[in-house]
Every structure is written in C-alpha cells, then in structure tokens.
C-alpha cells in the first residue's frame, strides 16, 4: 500500500447503540480483531464490568463473563495476545493497591485468577498503579508504577517504583512464572502514569518508555533491545512532545501516536518545578521509530488547553467537532489503521476537585484502508450473484468492480463446461464474518453421482461444486455482520440467521490471480453494507472518470448510467476495495463466481453447528432452489492426510461421513479425532466440513463450513496435525 498524502485526521462517532459505559478515567482498552474491550477504571466509584465494543456495527454490548471474575480496577496494566487479555495490578478501592493477576479467555468470556511463581532472583512485585504493563513475544513488561507504604489505607504514602519484571506466559493459557532481567544501561528513572510500547519494525524487538510522573511530569523516551537487554536513550529529531502524564501511546505501522495527559500550562517558562501548572491536553504527537523523528500533529492553533469549557456541566455532543477536547486518563486502542480514544477526564477546575469525564467516542485515520480479502458468494441464481465481502477496520465504504470471464467455446457441452467451472449448478452457502479463503480452484463435475469421486478416478479432495463457507453457530448482529460463536466473541440475545437474509452468511471463495490481459473493470456500486446483490453492472462513464477518484460517492453517482444485466452460466470475476476519507485502497485479489446453469438443485442453506457432549451436532435447510425433489444429501469431513501422501500441497482429503435423506448429522467424537485443522490463514484454523444436496439430475454445488478452532491451541499444536478446539470454545448458544 502507498504512503498516505495527508496527515492524520481525528472523526467522531457520531452515535452508537447498544449498552453504553458510563463515562470514566482510568481504564484500559484492548483490541481483538474489530473488538475493543474495556475495563476498569472509575467516575463515583471503580468500574467491575467488562464493556466491549464493536467498531464494524458501532454497539456496545456486555459480554456474560464467568469463571474467577475480578473486581473492578483502575490504572491497572492491561494486555492483550490473540484472544487472551492479561490483568495486573491496579487500585481496587481507595487507597489500596493490589498485585493480583487475571487472565481473560476472550474465546469463552472465562475469566482465571493466575499465580505465576516468584522470581529466583527476588521478591514479586508489590501492589501498584500506574504502571506499564506490555506484551511482547510471549511474555509481559512490567515497569514502575505508584505504590503506597502506609498500612492505613485511608492514608497514602506514595513510592514511585522503577523496578522491572518480565512474566513469562504459558502458551495457551496461563503464566510460568516473574522474572527480574539482568538489564544494562541503567535505565528510566522511577515514574508512574507513562506509557512503554513494543515495536518489531527494523532490528531487534524493544520497548520504548516516554513520559510518567515523579513528582513532576516527564518527557524522556528510553529504548529497551529486548535481544541485548540493554536501556538506552535514543537520539530522536524534530519536536519533542512536552512533558506529560496520564498520556496515552500506539503503535500504528512504524510509528507511535502519543495523545491528551496532563502537560505544562500555557506561559510556563520551559523550567518544570514543582510549582509548575499542569492542564489537560488533547494534543497529538507522533513518533516514527524507523527516523527516530517526532512530528506534532496537533493544530498550529490550538484551544484545547487554553480555553477551557465555561460551563463544564453536561456535555452536548458536536456534529461539527474535528478534534477531541483535551484529556487525560483515557483508553485508546487501535483497530488497523484507526486509533480510537474513548473517555477520560477533561482537568477543568481540578484545584476544585470538580472534573468532568468525557463520553465522546473518536478515531484518528492515520492511512486509507488496507487491502480486503477477496469477495464471497452467497447465493448464486441464474440472473444473480450474491456476493459479500468482510469489513476493514479503516473504511467508510466499498466499491465493488467485475468483469464478465471469455465464455467457453461453443461447442463444449453444458456438462463439461460445469466441470471445468468447478460451478454446475447454482450455488448457495454460508459464512460468517470470520470467513476465511481456501485455497487453490478445485473442479467439480455436474453430473456425477458421488461427490468423493470424480469420472477420472480423483479422490475427495479434488471435488469442490461449490465454494466454501464458514459456519460456526452463526448469529446475526448490528450492521449485519456476523459473530463466531465457537470463539465466543459474539453480541448475546441475538437470533440465528437464515441464509436467505441479506449479508447475514458469506461463502468463501477459491481466489484467481488478477488477470494480465488488460481487461476492463466495471462498476457494480459503492456499498456501506458488506453485501450486494449483483443483477447488472454499469458500463465506463462517457468521461470515463474514475469513481473511486471521488470522495464518499453514494448511488447518486451511477444515475444515468447505462447498465448491463448478467448472463445465465456465465463466469464473473469481482474484486472490491475499502474507501475512507483519504482515498480509496487497494483493491482485494479477484474471485470468480458464475450464474447458475438450470436443472441442478442449489446449495444447502442455514447450517447449523452446535456441541452435543463430546460430538457435533450439524444441521442444515433443503436448497432454497432445489430444481426438482431433493433425493440425497451427502455430508464429508476434512481429514489428516498420510505422510506417504503424494498430493500437491493446499489440497484437502475428504471422507464420507453421511449420506441421507435427513438434514441433520452427528458427528462422532471418533470421527473428530482424525480432523485435519485447516490452518491455511493462521489467524483462523478449523475444521472442515461440506455438505452437498443431489436430485435426479445429480449433485450442485456443496456448502463448505468451517468451524473455527481456537487459534492460541492449534499455534501451540503446529507440528501435531491432530490438534483439537477446546471444548468449551466449541459450545453453541443457538
């Protein structure tokens, strides 16, 4: 993707729905996937529940936690690895500390209280607040922190902590035990409140700490080489930030976004005392590690610190704000290349003791969006393609593009061309937004009676009548998009989607390299929605202008636009591409899709996955096009494929596991045992399942379900193909 052309630009939410935090400072923010999860904290009292939000539907909702749940915390060290989020430390209520540490399964919602072994070389660390808490690598980073020496809680005798422990995880699931590096270099004095990041980019992993308290605030940044365990202070060019505390740092790309704190008033003379005012600030720094450069984003006139809200009473949200109002002990998160803030006080009057929390909900656009995965089928008819695609993190909307494939030649039969198509009969599947691509084109023929065995004597693996889908007790949640339930990071209360409801189940498609014959891409649209129904597609404008050149474009700008209807038992290629208020990204890599040919019954519809003790239970819906009476329908399971196999690599091996009449199947836990774990995306391995349905011309196009397994078990597993979903990550709500 292309350097951006403009600088970074802050958006609000204008509105969002669902079970909304009461406003606070304080609390942390970890991201999965286009999740952010938010904890802690305090306004009247510490915050106990675990809030989330859902950045592609804009809802809040509240997960049903259980297991060792925590009390509520604030300025507590808070991290996150895949789905697992790790707790330490924090004030629990008013003068006490604690050094507790928990552990979050995001896959189930369990929460799991951990006691790591203490170091060889010393004691664990003491209760504390304010301290840096990262992961990197498989361990966390603790360093500094308040902690308080009086044995009264209702009085505080403050000790700034500088002191250093790494907590080696567990795999899966828990931590081994602290450590205490023996580091070099001397390193940052004691502070609290600061920030520390990991960063990957060019040479060894390191850390770097900036800002902090210690009785005044600080603005020094200092580099760890986690290969060389030795600190240092880095020469950086261009515009150090002002000290500041209670300041929030991301990583984004190669560079940190350093946000708000408490920073020198305006008029101090640059000498930091004690006597020094503080005010809040919502100004916005960057640094770029691979320079070592700092660049202020912020404003050249800024307001933020220096008029302060006449009337701090209740806040009214601004259609027309371009920048968040200066704050400090905020959370921030960032979700691909938006880094959202959330919260946090505004400093107003503090001498007062009266600040008010801010509720308002903002993101930084650092970059236009990133290259989507390739275009899903949903449903195919013979006029029709549904087509769907999963959301980027960093767009407003999406412009959809096609282009008809050559036909093949004429003399060629409808049978054969089917099986060349890998596509005889209409097809229509199931996905959900966890969806994942399979792999190289698979062929299929159209008229065959078996779908494990093809005319030329090839095994299972080579049949695929349709594309795949991926199905996990699927629901329906705001936006239309889809949650996992075998991975718990579902919206509760919702219903089970059918596959006729628009956008609600994507199918997976076989992805094409770009075709090198300069041909022509047409305009279908440009969608807010995941999903579009695809009847026609508009021919090249007679000033033949780009119209992704344009900024939000809407269907307004496709009004007069000659059209051109699609084709029975044609192949379309399609490819779609994320627009945001920088320009448009790139586009996705190209998947094709053809119109159904008639006579042969569709895909089965609305499959349902759900635990049934130590087996699954699978269920599913006739066609919805079912072209005569449905005679059969046959179910086949991904297995672990012999090491003699001389098979190309991608391919999978299937084995009939059902054939019948009935929509439904029990898998057994024996069946399971021999699984394959299809981790061709590492982010999201599964078991594969496909279910095809026959009428008395022969078998259509197969729904491919594939019921995501936790991916922190099967990373652990990488040279045991027989690695296993826990079970619990497997239970379904439907």
């Given at each position: 993707?292309?350097?951006?052309?403009?600088?970074?630009?802050?958006?609000?939410?204008?509105?969002?729905?669902?079970?909304?935090?009461?406003?606070?400072?304080?609390?942390?923010?970890?991201?999965?996937?286009?999740?952010?999860?938010?904890?802690?904290?305090?306004?009247?009292?510490?915050?106990?529940?675990?809030?989330?939000?859902?950045?592609?539907?804009?809802?809040?909702?509240?997960?049903?936690?259980?297991?060792?749940?925590?009390?509520?915390?604030?300025?507590?060290?808070?991290?996150?690895?895949?789905?697992?989020?790790?707790?330490?430390?924090?004030?629990?209520?008013?003068?006490?500390?604690?050094?507790?540490?928990?552990?979050?399964?995001?896959?189930?919602?369990?929460?799991?209280?951990?006691?790591?072994?203490?170091?060889?070389?010393?004691?664990?660390?003491?209760?504390?607040?304010?301290?840096?808490?990262?992961?990197?690598?498989?361990?966390?980073?603790?360093?500094?922190?308040?902690?308080?020496?009086?044995?009264?809680?209702?009085?505080?005798?403050?000790?700034?902590?500088?002191?250093?422990?790494?907590?080696?995880?567990?795999?899966?699931?828990?931590?081994?035990?602290?450590?205490?590096?023996?580091?070099?270099?001397?390193?940052?004095?004691?502070?609290?409140?600061?920030?520390?990041?990991?960063?990957?980019?060019?040479?060894?992993?390191?850390?770097?700490?900036?800002?902090?308290?210690?009785?005044?605030?600080?603005?020094?940044?200092?580099?760890?080489?986690?290969?060389?365990?030795?600190?240092?202070?880095?020469?950086?060019?261009?515009?150090?930030?002002?000290?500041?505390?209670?300041?929030?740092?991301?990583?984004?790309?190669?560079?940190?976004?350093?946000?708000?704190?408490?920073?020198?008033?305006?008029?101090?003379?640059?000498?930091?005392?004690?006597?020094?005012?503080?005010?809040?600030?919502?100004?916005?720094?960057?640094?770029?590690?691979?320079?070592?450069?700092?660049?202020?984003?912020?404003?050249?006139?800024?307001?933020?610190?220096?008029?302060?809200?006449?009337?701090?009473?209740?806040?009214?949200?601004?259609?027309?704000?371009?920048?968040?109002?200066?704050?400090?002990?905020?959370?921030?998160?960032?979700?691909?290349?938006?880094?959202?803030?959330?919260?946090?006080?505004?400093?107003?009057?503090?001498?007062?003791?009266?600040?008010?929390?801010?509720?308002?909900?903002?993101?930084?656009?650092?970059?236009?969006?990133?290259?989507?995965?390739?275009?899903?089928?949903?449903?195919?008819?013979?006029?029709?393609?549904?087509?769907?695609?999963?959301?980027?993190?960093?767009?407003?909307?999406?412009?959809?593009?096609?282009?008809?494939?050559?036909?093949?030649?004429?003399?060629?039969?409808?049978?054969?061309?089917?099986?060349?198509?890998?596509?005889?009969?209409?097809?229509?599947?199931?996905?959900?937004?966890?969806?994942?691509?399979?792999?190289?084109?698979?062929?299929?023929?159209?008229?065959?009676?078996?779908?494990?065995?093809?005319?030329?004597?090839?095994?299972?693996?080579?049949?695929?009548?349709?594309?795949?889908?991926?199905?996990?007790?699927?629901?329906?949640?705001?936006?239309?998009?889809?949650?996992?339930?075998?991975?718990?990071?579902?919206?509760?209360?919702?219903?089970?989607?059918?596959?006729?409801?628009?956008?609600?189940?994507?199918?997976?498609?076989?992805?094409?390299?770009?075709?090198?014959?300069?041909?022509?891409?047409?305009?279908?649209?440009?969608f807010k929605t995941l999903y579009s129904e695809v009847s026609h597609y508009f021919l090249p404008a007679e000033d033949n202008q780009p119209l992704h050149q344009k900024k939000l474009p809407g269907p307004q700008d496709y009004q007069g636009r000659e059209k051109r209807e699609l084709s029975p038992g044609q192949m379309y290629r399609f490819r779609v591409a994320g627009?945001?208020?920088?320009?448009?990204?790139?586009?996705?890599?190209?998947?094709?899709?053809?119109?159904?040919?008639?006579?042969?019954?569709?895909?089965?519809?609305?499959?349902?996955?759900?635990?049934?003790?130590?087996?699954?239970?699978?269920?599913?819906?006739?066609?919805?096009?079912?072209?005569?009476?449905?005679?059969?329908?046959?179910?086949?399971?991904?297995?672990?494929?012999?090491?003699?196999?001389?098979?190309?690599?991608?391919?999978?091996?299937?084995?009939?596991?059902?054939?019948?009449?009935?929509?439904?199947?029990?898998?057994?836990?024996?069946?399971?045992?021999?699984?394959?774990?299809?981790?061709?995306?590492?982010?999201?391995?599964?078991?594969?399942?496909?279910?095809?349905?026959?009428?008395?011309?022969?078998?259509?196009?197969?729904?491919?379900?594939?019921?995501?397994?936790?991916?922190?078990?099967?990373?652990?597993?990488?040279?045991?193909?027989?690695?296993?979903?826990?079970?619990?990550?497997?239970?379904?709500?439907?």
């Amino acid at each position: 993707m292309s350097g951006r052309v403009e600088a970074p630009r802050w958006r609000k939410v204008p509105s969002v729905t669902g079970v909304i935090p009461r406003s606070r400072h304080g609390h942390r923010a970890a991201v999965i996937r286009e999740l952010i999860i938010v904890f802690g904290g305090g306004n009247e009292g510490i915050a106990e529940d675990l809030h989330v939000y859902n950045t592609v539907s804009k809802q809040w909702f509240l997960p049903a936690v259980r297991g060792d749940i925590p009390p509520g915390c604030a300025a507590h060290g808070f991290a996150c690895e895949g789905t697992r989020i790790l707790v330490f430390g924090g004030m629990v209520e008013y003068g006490k500390y604690t050094n507790s540490l928990y552990e979050l399964q995001a896959s189930r919602w369990l929460w799991k209280k951990l006691k790591p072994r203490a170091p060889r070389n010393g004691s664990p660390p003491c209760p504390r607040i304010g301290h840096s808490f990262t992961l990197l690598g498989g361990k966390c980073y603790l360093f500094g922190g308040l902690a308080n020496d009086s044995e009264d809680p209702n009085r505080n005798v403050p000790r700034y902590l500088d002191d250093f422990y790494e907590l080696e995880l567990q795999p899966t699931t828990g931590a081994k035990g602290w450590n205490i590096p023996d580091t070099k270099g001397g390193g940052p004095s004691a502070r609290e409140s600061h920030t520390c990041v990991a960063y990957s980019g060019l040479g060894p992993p390191k850390l770097y700490v900036f800002g902090g308290m210690q009785g005044c605030r600080l603005n020094d940044l200092w580099q760890l080489d986690l290969n060389s365990m030795v600190w240092s202070t880095p020469q950086t060019y261009g515009s150090t930030p002002l000290p500041r505390s209670l300041h929030s740092a991301n990583v984004i790309g190669n560079k940190m976004y350093v946000f708000g704190g408490w920073v020198p008033a305006p008029g101090s003379d640059g000498h930091i005392t004690a006597g020094t005012e503080w005010i809040c600030s919502n100004s916005l720094d960057c640094l770029n590690f691979d320079a070592m450069f700092w660049e202020s984003l912020s404003p050249e006139q800024q307001d933020d610190v220096e008029s302060q809200p006449a009337n701090p009473g209740p806040q009214v949200d601004d259609p027309y704000a371009c920048w968040p109002r200066a704050r400090a002990g905020h959370c921030a998160a960032s979700v691909g290349p938006r880094l959202y803030i959330w919260s946090g006080r505004d400093g107003y009057r503090k001498s007062w003791n009266y600040q008010v929390c801010c509720k308002d909900l903002w993101y930084l656009e650092t970059d236009r969006p990133a290259t989507p995965e390739g275009v899903m089928l949903v449903k195919s008819t013979i006029s029709m393609l549904h087509v769907a695609w999963r959301p980027l993190a960093g767009a407003d909307c999406y412009i959809l593009q096609m282009q008809p494939v050559a036909r093949l030649p004429a003399a060629k039969s409808v049978e054969t061309a089917a099986a060349e198509s890998g596509k005889p009969a209409g097809a229509q599947s199931l996905q959900n937004q966890n969806a994942d691509t399979s792999g190289p084109e698979q062929k299929a023929s159209a008229q065959f009676q078996d779908p494990s065995v093809q005319p030329d004597g090839t095994k299972a693996e080579d049949w695929s009548a349709g594309r795949g889908t991926e199905v996990s007790g699927s629901k329906k949640c705001a936006g239309g998009a889809m949650e996992d339930s075998s991975s718990a990071l579902q919206q509760p209360d919702k219903q089970i989607a059918s596959a006729d409801r628009a956008g609600d189940l994507y199918t997976n498609t076989d992805q094409v390299k770009e075709n090198q014959d300069g041909s022509t891409w047409f305009d279908v649209g440009v969608f807010k929605t995941l999903y579009s129904e695809v009847s026609h597609y508009f021919l090249p404008a007679e000033d033949n202008q780009p119209l992704h050149q344009k900024k939000l474009p809407g269907p307004q700008d496709y009004q007069g636009r000659e059209k051109r209807e699609l084709s029975p038992g044609q192949m379309y290629r399609f490819r779609v591409a994320g627009i945001n208020c920088f320009a448009q990204g790139d586009f996705s890599p190209a998947s094709e899709f053809r119109t159904c040919h008639p006579g042969f019954p569709g895909a089965p519809a609305a499959v349902k996955i759900s635990k049934v003790g130590d087996s699954v239970q699978i269920t599913w819906e006739a066609p919805s096009s079912p072209s005569g009476r449905i005679v059969e329908y046959s179910m086949y399971l991904a297995v672990r494929k012999s090491r003699s196999s001389s098979d190309r690599p991608g391919q999978m091996a299937f084995i009939r596991i059902y054939r019948g009449t009935k929509t439904s199947c029990l898998v057994s836990s024996t069946q399971l045992e021999n699984a394959h774990i299809d981790s061709s995306l590492s982010s999201r391995p599964a078991v594969v399942f496909r279910i095809a349905a026959k009428n008395e011309q022969g078998y259509g196009p197969a729904t491919q379900i594939r019921w995501i397994q936790d991916p922190i078990n099967v990373r652990v597993s990488k040279t045991d193909s027989s690695a296993e979903a826990d079970p619990d990550a497997a239970d379904s709500s439907s």
